[in-house]
Structures are given as structure tokens and as C-alpha cells.
């Protein structure tokens, strides 16, 4: 039986992070962990170009425009959508989940969920660097390890 693990080396890799303006109290704190993390990892941050989009809505389509250009090995999507007192949360947190999936199924070129869904601001801040970690590092990693893995697969 075989086993195809992927690793965190990012040496020679090159990733666009697509972030989202929206909340960007948690935004930015994302991104700095994920560029953080990517520079921990081996990348050469040169290699590293960052897509502004105005919001978590937004994400999937400069995402799947990203990955389709042959230029990156990944597209880490972060963002913040925070529920309020109307539906819009739904609307746009799966719109937005289902989207990034898309744009990964599609190109064939990992595309990562870094968007965070919460009920509140607390929620958004623990996940963006308080209690809970920093989800922006944990899409970072994840990037790195599916990079890895699925070039593992290819090779096989």
C-alpha cells in the first residue's frame, strides 16, 4: 500500500493570497500570519502576490483567475464573514465556500478556504490570532501540504 503525505517545504513555490478589504481588522491579521507562515516554510516571499478583493464574495472568481494562469502552485483565499441580524451571512459564507471549492476543482491547482465563518466579532478575533490560533497560518500550511501531496500523486 502506498502512502502520499504532502510536507510544508516551500522552497521554489509560488502562491497568490486573495484577502478580502471586508473586515479588515481580521483580514490583515490573517494575511500576516499566512505570509508568516510561508516565509517560515522556505518561500521566498518575491514568489508571494496578493489579489485585494472587496469581499468574501468576491473571492472565488479572482481566485479561480489566479489559479488559472499556470503562474502559482496555490491561491490562499482569506477573509471574514461575521453573521449579523439578516441572512446575508448564509448568502455569502457559502457562496464564497462553495466558490473557492470550485475554483480549486476546476483548475486543478489547490485553492484554500481561509475565510472564516463566525457568529461574532469575538469569534473572528479569536480565529485571527487570539485563542484559537490564526486560521491565516493554518491556510498557509495547508497550501504548502497540498502543493506537496499532489504533486506526490502526479509523480506516482
Not at 44 to 69: C, H, Q, W
Amino acid at each position: 500500500m502506498a502512502t502520499f503525505d504532502g510536507d510544508r517545504a516551500g522552497s521554489g513555490r509560488r502562491l497568490a493570497l486573495v484577502v478580502a478589504r471586508f473586515n479588515d481588522f481580521v483580514t490583515k491579521k490573517l494575511k500576516v500570519a499566512a505570509i508568516q507562515a510561508l516565509e517560515e516554510s522556505g518561500v521566498d516571499l518575491a514568489n508571494v502576490d496578493e489579489v485585494g478583493v472587496p469581499g468574501a464574495f468576491e473571492i472565488p472568481l479572482a481566485a479561480k483567475v489566479a489559479a488559472g494562469t499556470g503562474r502559482y502552485d496555490a491561491v490562499i483565499c482569506l477573509g471574514a464573514v461575521i453573521r449579523g441580524g439578516t441572512p446575508h451571512f448564509d448568502f455569502v459564507a457559502g457562496e464564497c465556500a462553495r466558490g473557492v471549492a470550485r475554483a480549486g476543482l476546476d483548475t486543478g491547482i489547490p485553492v484554500i478556504l481561509g475565510v472564516l465563518t463566525t457568529d461574532d466579532v469575538d469569534q473572528a478575533l479569536a480565529r485571527s490570532g487570539g485563542a484559537e490560533g490564526n486560521k491565516g497560518r493554518d491556510a498557509a500550511f495547508a497550501a504548502l501540504e497540498m502543493i506537496s501531496v499532489l504533486e506526490k500523486l502526479k509523480n506516482a
